[in-house]
């Protein structure tokens, strides 16, 4: 199951976040999964995302219960 609450676009990335508690990185060439991120202790919604401007990281936000 895969909700997609934000999506960023880089030229040959994309990010997206879902309510599985994953952020996952897709290149956009062909829409591979190229990474997923889920913190190992926390299952909460991931609700936004967005690559620092040098596109370097992807920072990611999380709403607590």
């Known amino acids: 199951l895969f909700f997609s ?3 960023r676009f880089l030229i040959s990335l994309l990010a ?4 599985d508690g994953t952020a ?4 956009t060439s ?3 999964c190229q990474y997923e991120l889920k913190h190992d202790k926390l ?3 991931v ?3 967005a ?3 040098d596109s370097l990281y992807l920072v990611t936000g999380l709403y607590f219960l």
Not at 16 to 19: F, L, R
Not at 24 to 27: A, G, L, P, T
């Open 5 to 7: 609450i934000n999506i």
């Open 16 to 19: 997206t976040t879902s309510a």
């Open 24 to 27: 996952k990185i897709w290149r």
């Open 30 to 32: 062909d829409f591979a």
């Open 43 to 45: 299952q909460n919604w």
């Open 47 to 49: 609700w936004d995302c």
């Open 51 to 53: 690559f620092t401007s």
